[in-house]
């Protein structure tokens, strides 16, 4: 069956930049899409269709994919930006998540 | 503004039968699809199934298939969420999400409720 398989944790230092990755067979095929959910809220969607941003969600979220891999990058970190990130995708009529990555901002 | 509330929080006996709801507004009910997600305490998402508010087309995750069933009022612009008989495993927090496209071809979900905390515990 599909997967998607995403690092635990991921830290990054205030104002740098991170990525987190997110795996899956033949995923650059797909649209892929990355949530983020701070503790005690609904996940909210910051990066859909690869690549494109929903209004409200600020420049320093981007979003890439191809090969086997999503890449969801945030540059200039903001604490702020700490939370859970999952990716998402489709295979054939079902959605698939990924696990979930655990961004902390040292 | 669009938007998905749902039904309040359920403390229930394993066995025992529940049925939750989330109820759209802010948009033409049923052109968009609404999905089920669970996340159990400490844990990822895991989607559960989707349906189409307008035909009733209903998809269930392999791992759900036959533990839940989804279904919808449109009349009231309410999907829901239904277990026969819970388990302690079913604790978790229940959340519905709209999918963005209205004329199919839905790649993400847009909009999310609030979420339901299902407790069940004897």
């Known amino acids: 069956s599909f997967e998607l398989t995403q690092p635990p944790s991921v830290s990054v230092s205030p104002g740098q930049t991170v990525s987190i990755t997110c795996s899956g067979d033949?995923?650059?095929?797909?649209?892929a899409c990355w949530y983020q959910q701070k503790p005690g809220q609904s996940p909210v969607v910051v990066i859909y269709?690869?690549?494109k941003r929903p209004s409200g969600i600020p420049e320093r979220f981007s979003g890439s994919n191809s090969g086997n891999t999503a890449t969801l990058t945030i540059s200039g970190t903001q604490a702020m930006d700490e939370a859970d990130y999952y990716c998402?995708?489709?295979?054939?009529?079902?959605?698939?998540f990924g696990g979930g990555t655990k961004l902390t901002v040292l | 503004e669009v938007q998905l509330v749902q039904s309040g929080a359920e403390v229930k006996k394993p066995g025992e039968s529940l049925k939750i709801s989330c109820k759209g507004s802010?948009?033409?009910?049923?052109?968009?699809?609404i999905a089920w997600v669970r996340q159990m305490s400490g844990k990822g998402l895991e989607w559960m199934g989707i349906?189409?508010?307008?035909?009733?087309?209903?998809r269930y995750s392999p791992s759900f298939q036959g533990q839940v069933t989804i279904s919808v009022d449109k009349s009231i612009n309410n999907v829901y969420l239904q277990w026969s008989s819970l388990k302690a495993s079913d604790t978790a927090i229940y959340y519905c999400?709209?999918?963005?496209?209205?004329?199919?071809?839905?790649?993400?979900?847009?909009?999310w409720g609030q979420g339901t905390l299902v407790t069940v515990s004897s």
């Open positions: 999400a709209r999918g963005d496209s209205e004329s199919g071809g839905t790649t993400n979900f847009d909009s």
């Open positions: 802010g948009y033409t009910f049923t052109n968009y699809w």
């Open positions: 349906i189409y508010p307008g035909d009733s087309d209903t």
């Open positions: 033949k995923l650059g095929d797909r649209y």
């Open positions: 269709d690869e690549n």
């Open positions: 998402q995708a489709w295979d054939s009529s079902t959605v698939v």
